[in-house]
């Protein structure tokens, strides 16, 4: 398998789609390290980024002789990029949304500070619109790092009055930010130009 690093994209692509599996697996470790962490920044979840990683890779052995490929490396990239547009899609189902909202959100002031601003602009309204026993005990949990223990104590009730809150405000940001997710998507081409 050695002598295959040496061979270029296109080279590795001719020998895959001759059933080799030292090609697949040159590629396999050429590409695997840089499309994983593609994917973990965009996501900020390192599990879901290394699946999809894992999924394209499959897909590429089982559809090798199937596929026409011009560019290899070009062709993995995009094929992660739309995984990760999936993923993103189903963000709005997703007990983690809030949390990966806000990791795309500073990336965005870093680099796209407008975009920033419009993002957490809608966010901020989604938040307020929350009705304040939701929005104290939400705020509790994600702002100040309290277990919902801890904040049973606090606000003196159970811990399942807390999940059930805690639960109600997730659902409400997520049927709120809706609107805006057209935008999250457009994001997703601004972090990978910044990325690259």
């Known amino acids: 398998m050695s002598d295959y690093n040496t061979y270029t994209d296109d080279q590795l692509w001719r020998q895959i789609t001759l059933d080799d599996q030292d090609a697949f697996a040159t590629v396999y470790h050429r590409y695997w390290k840089v499309l994983y962490l593609r994917a973990r920044n965009m996501l900020s979840d390192g599990d879901l980024a290394q ?3 894992q999924e394209v890779f499959i897909s590429l052995w089982h559809r090798r002789q199937e596929v026409e490929i011009l560019h290899l490396k070009a062709y993995l990239f995009q094929a992660v990029r739309f995984q990760e547009l999936k993923a993103l899609r189903n963000l709005k189902s997703d007990t983690n949304f809030y949390e990966r909202l806000a990791h795309i959100s500073k990336d965005l002031l870093q680099h796209e500070p407008l975009a920033f601003k419009e993002l957490d602009s ?3 309204r989604v938040v307020a619109a929350i009705p ?3 929005r104290t005990i939400f705020s509790m949990s994600r702002d100040e790092g309290l277990t919902y223990r801890e904040i049973a104590d606090r ?7 807390v999940e059930k809150k805690i639960s109600q405000a997730l659902r409400t940001i997520r049927k709120g930010m809706d609107s805006a997710f057209p935008l999250l ?3 997703m081409a601004v972090l990978e130009k910044n990325n690259h």
Not at 155 to 161: C, D, L, N, P, Y
């Open 185 to 187: 998507l457009s994001v």
């Open 122 to 124: 809608v966010l901020q």
């Open 51 to 53: 699946d999809i990683v």
């Open 155 to 161: 606000m003196e009730i159970s811990v399942k009055t």
């Open 132 to 134: 304040e026993d939701q």
